[in-house]
Structures are given as C-alpha cells and as structure tokens.
C-alpha cells in the first residue's frame, strides 16, 4: 500500500509560477513511474508530465513543454511539478499518479493509483 498525497496548489496571476509536490508513503519501494494528470472543470483528465524513478526519463505533454518541469527527490519519497509562466487554461485539479505507463508518444497512461488532487487556478 502506497499512499499519494499532492500539495502546492493555489490561485496565482497569469505568468505566475507553483510547485506541486507528491509524497509517498508505505510501500515505495519498487516504484517505477511517477505522474501528474490534470483535470479541468467538464474535462478528461490528461497527461501533464511524468518521470522514471529508476532513470529520471522525462514526459512531458506538449502544451507544457518549456513551461514545466518535473523532478524527484528520493529520500524524500516526493516527485515535484514545477509550473512556470502559467495560462488560465492551466486551472485544474493535479493528481499524482503511481505507475503511470509510458507510451511511444512520449505521454503515459495513468494506472488506477491516485492521489487526492490540488487545485491550481490561474486567473488572467
């Protein structure tokens, strides 16, 4: 059993920035992917960036390429998403994903394993 809990989210200008965060806790060992999805209001939750604990590969969706980053901290158990210069279509509610699978895209297809969610609003 692995627990997800997500932080870092808020309401920021346009242009603003967050860092959302994703600790883990239980039974992590063994973990091999890391994501984060989004989901707006009256939309499907998508692909926003996902990482490889084993070889830090990154994916990224492309509307948030260059715009943002995600990283891990492995002796904190913690995955972050760095968002930069945000856009009002960026508000949504995070979700951390566990064991999301990477596809040849370059994108990953979430696994059933959630976090809770953060809201990020971004206003103009």
């Known amino acids: 059993q692995v627990d997800l809990v997500e932080s870092g989210g808020g309401s920021v200008q346009a242009g603003g920035f967050l860092r959302l965060s994703c600790a883990a806790s239980g039974r992590t060992f063994g973990v091999r992917t890391v994501g984060w999805f989004r989901q707006a209001p009256g939309k499907e939750r998508e692909f926003v960036a996902g990482?490889?604990?084993?070889?830090?590969?990154?994916y990224y969706e492309n509307s948030v390429k260059g715009r943002v980053t995600i990283s891990k901290d492995s002796a904190k158990n913690t995955v972050y998403l760095q968002m930069n210069s945000l856009k009002p279509e960026d508000t949504a509610v995070y979700y951390c994903n566990l064991e999301p699978i990477p596809t040849n895209d370059g994108t990953m297809i979430p696994s059933n394993y959630w976090g809770q969610g953060t809201q990020v609003t971004v206003s103009s």
């Open positions: 990482i490889s604990l084993r070889d830090d590969s990154t």
